[in-house]
């Protein structure tokens, strides 16, 4: 080769090169990626197995807001897009049982009385507005022919829709009436104040006529309606009892689907029915559900597996082998041939299918742990679940051959950028040799052998458990330096019945015990450094934060959000007044009045809380009022100990809006910063949001 041609050659390759974008180097996840997740839910798959529609829901930071709108896939992964948009949100995508149509719910404009049915011809053309009912539409189901819907429509608010049409017509809104309650359970959170009166029913709506007439003429509220195969019945949830507030759960009814059918009931008092969805055999013989404990154990409940006779002939049953599991079971489903009936088991930071052989018992795990997944849908002899994990963010799959094919992508993208955390599985003795699991998180960049700030972060509930899903909190604490613990205490679900119901009126001692057990596992284990511990949780996690910080001054720093801690105080302020009644007692039974005293461990001795502590809640909150972490924080002000009170404003139990939501992570990793590293970080860029001491 001719030496001019030689270094033309390498001219160009030496340019090529040059030119070639650098390999990109990941990096630790950030606040500002919160916007750019896209959280995937309730996957449906058309009639024929072809296609697969599902709600992506995304934060608009600049609207501070959430947006959710409809996409669509095909099984086969292709053709991904999203095929609604708009100002308004829309959800709950079902496919018409003949192909033909999708249909969801929205508040889009023109549907001025709140969420309404929409259908999209799939054969091409905008979507249009079915339904235009008054009230609050919850629920629908297709008829098996495509012909009818079944709705739940609770009854309208008056005073909101007298507020509404004034606005319309641009008057002024009237001044509110006073709230007059008489009912035993009279708030709920996110709900608010509970007024008697007011039900929710099923209805029939004709698509073609566009009638609407109600199922039954009871007066009680209805719920969960489920089509019969053939079309002529409609199960359905309904609680008859004389106070419902008193008596929580229901029984499944089946009538007629026709207007004013007469109910009947298959179920007993001492079913107890959830408001689950109810599945018919294919033969319409049967109807599996899943039903829970007695009102007692409501807090630390199972969901068990039962079947009835869809004609009523014999009382529901259990199935032995499924009760053996000793784990709560969810989404059942028979299978085609109506043999089998498939479910979901919720055991040790797992969630797997399983299925169970209605001929002999034979249970089968259709997965190994680890796995979590949930939204199973089948059609066609396909089915597709919702699954991720500890560095993956939730996406559609395909389950095909006891294995799961990943279908949507929408998060891929961003993960390629992350260095995320690593997740191990953990596991210790407590104090009294109960075995603990629990989950623990690396710093992003850990190297083995040495030793890091860690946090302990409870979940609430107490009845859930962590498990192998991504959590944004774990991996935020991680890339920000510190291990995180999570920890399934007793108490949590995934461990079974004698597990849960350990803390039965026995707040913050098992768990507290367990807590610390796992704490000092990690401490063995050289990763977390015994001068370096924080803690915080939400909820029931907020509450076991202030039984640590009160019983242990090992924690150097602590975020408790939404706890209680002197909870006699609470009997009659928040939601619970069925649990308070039936596991510890009114207060002014003497013997009652004991356990208040001991569950109100960390108001009552404060003095021996040395931990500086940011407590946190919702303005609106009556799950756990803000009455609680005001209480915290003014006793811990008073004793000199360092401590703030953040609020949210206008907020439920749950943080919503997407700035308050940021401004929560801020601060946790602001006082860590403060006083477990001895950083003096602020909380956010603006002089507003800095710890102060």
């Not at 009170?645 to 139990?653: K, T």
Request: proline share 6%; aromatic share 10%.
């Amino acid at each position: 080769m001719p030496k001019t041609r030689f270094f033309q050659i390498l001219f160009v390759l030496l340019a090529l090169a040059i030119s070639l974008p650098a390999q990109t180097t990941k990096r630790p996840i950030k606040l500002d990626d919160i916007p750019r997740l896209r959280e995937v839910r309730d996957p449906q798959l058309s009639p024929d197995g072809q296609t697969i529609a599902f709600v992506v829901s995304q934060i608009d930071a600049k609207e501070d807001k959430s947006s959710a709108h409809i996409w669509m896939v095909g099984y086969d992964g292709k053709n991904e897009r999203q095929i609604t948009s708009g100002q308004e949100n829309e959800s709950s995508p079902r496919f018409s049982p003949d192909g033909k149509f999708l249909s969801f719910t929205s508040s889009r404009k023109g549907a001025a009385k709140g969420s309404q049915v929409w259908l999209l011809d799939r054969s091409g053309g905008e979507a249009f507005q079915l339904t235009d009912v008054k009230g609050r539409l919850q629920g629908y189901e297709w008829s098996p022919d495509s012909k009818r819907l079944a709705l739940v429509i609770g009854d309208p608010d008056p005073e909101a829709e007298a507020n509404a049409a004034a606005a319309e017509a641009g008057g002024k809104p009237k001044p509110p009436k006073p709230i007059v309650l008489d009912r035993y359970k009279f708030k709920q959170d996110g709900a608010g104040y509970l007024t008697s009166g007011r039900h929710s029913y099923v209805y029939l709506f004709d698509i073609a006529t566009k009638k609407l007439d109600r199922l039954t003429a009871a007066k009680t509220d209805e719920a969960s309606p489920s089509w019969s195969p053939d079309g002529s019945r409609i199960a359905f949830y309904s609680n008859h009892a004389p106070d419902p507030d008193r008596e929580p759960d229901g029984q499944l009814y089946v009538a007629e689907a026709k207007a004013g059918a007469t109910e009947k009931l298959l179920t007993t008092a001492a079913n107890r029915v959830g408001r689950g969805r109810f599945e018919w055999s294919p033969d319409g013989k049967w109807i599996a559900f899943l039903e829970g404990d007695e009102k007692k154990w409501n807090a630390y409940g199972m969901s068990h597996l039962a079947l009835v006779p869809a004609d009523g002939s014999a009382a529901p049953k259990r199935l032995p082998s499924v009760e053996a599991l000793d784990r709560g079971v969810s989404s059942p489903s028979f299978t085609a041939d109506g043999k089998a009936i498939r479910f979901t088991v919720t055991d040790n930071r797992s969630v797997y299918p399983a299925q169970v052989t209605l001929a002999n018992g034979k249970v089968d795990r259709l997965m190994n742990p680890p796995v979590v997944v949930s939204s199973w849908s089948t059609e066609a002899n396909r089915s597709i679940v919702m699954s991720g994990g500890n560095s993956k963010y939730n996406e559609v799959y395909a389950f095909e051959n006891g294995g799961l094919r990943q279908v949507t992508h929408l998060n891929d993208a961003l993960f390629t950028e992350l260095d995320l955390g690593q997740t191990d599985e953990i596991a210790c003795k407590s104090k009294d040799g109960t075995d603990v699991y629990g989950l623990l998180t690396y710093p992003v960049g850990y190297v083995k052998g040495t030793k890091v700030p860690m946090l302990l972060r409870i979940h609430g509930g107490p009845n859930a458990q962590d498990q192998h899903t991504f959590s944004f909190e774990r991996q935020l604490f991680a890339a920000n330096g510190y291990a995180v613990l999570a920890v399934n205490y007793r108490g949590s679900s995934g461990r079974g019945q004698k597990f849960s119901r350990a803390i039965f009126a026995d707040w913050g001692h098992y768990e507290v015990e367990d807590l610390h057990a796992a704490v000092d596992h990690v401490v063995k284990m050289g990763v977390a450094d015994p001068d370096k511990l924080g803690v915080g949780g939400w909820s029931y996690g907020g509450i076991l934060t202030d039984y640590l910080i009160a019983s242990d001054n090992r924690f150097k720093a602590a975020t408790s959000g939404a706890g209680t801690a002197f909870t006699v105080s609470y009997y009659g302020t928040d939601h619970y007044i069925t649990q308070y009644d039936n596991e510890i007692g009114p207060p002014w039974n003497p013997k009652s009045w004991e356990t208040y005293q001991k569950l109100s461990y960390p108001f009552l001795h404060a003095d021996r809380i040395k931990t500086p502590t940011l407590f946190l809640c919702g303005e609106k909150d009556f799950n756990v009022p803000v009455s609680g972490s005001e209480q915290m924080y003014q006793a811990l002000r008073s004793l000199g100990v360092e401590t703030q009170l953040v609020i949210y404003p206008n907020e439920n139990h749950g943080i919503q809006r997407p700035s308050y939501a940021r401004d929560r992570y801020e601060r946790y990793l602001a006082w860590y910063e403060k006083y477990l590293k001895k950083t003096p970080v602020p909380a956010s860029a603006s002089e507003a949001n800095k710890v102060e001491k």
